[in-house]
């Protein structure tokens, strides 16, 4: 997943009744352009709330974001869905809404592929 343009950005929103917490983890590439520098950045979020969190910010003037990784763990008391958003000039794309019960977790990649994993750590099927 790219973000290409200075008014992109990704977001996570969480809808529970009880109290969430999540541990969030985001890694991308940034390239510019001209230059073809490239840099890798992160960010790391305990989201104790039910809003959305805006977890990758825009990409600098003449830069592209490249996502290599989001990891999302349920360590709240209740099952919460998670949903990812990709934000583009004022619309918003959503992604898969995942299911994430106690300690479950789920991680995206470079290959745009989401696995989930049960509070265990074995991939759910």
Not at 69 to 95: D, H, M, P, Y
Not at 113 to 122: E, I, S
């Amino acid at each position: 997943m790219y973000l290409t343009d200075i008014d992109q950005y990704l977001e996570l929103n969480s809808s529970v009744t009880a109290s969430v917490s999540l541990d969030v983890v985001a890694t991308w590439f940034n390239v510019n352009s001209q230059t073809k520098a490239e840099s890798v950045e992160s960010a790391d979020y305990n989201i104790t709330t039910t809003a959305t969190t805006t977890i990758v910010g825009v990409p600098l003037s003449l830069s592209t974001r490249r996502i290599v990784q989001i990891t999302v763990k349920n360590k709240g008391t209740a099952t919460t869905t998670v949903t990812l958003r990709k934000v583009a000039s004022g619309f918003t794309r959503e992604l898969p809404a995942i299911e994430l019960a106690q300690n479950e977790s789920f991680v995206y990649n470079l290959d745009e592929a989401f696995v989930v994993f049960n509070a265990q750590g074995l991939e759910k099927t």
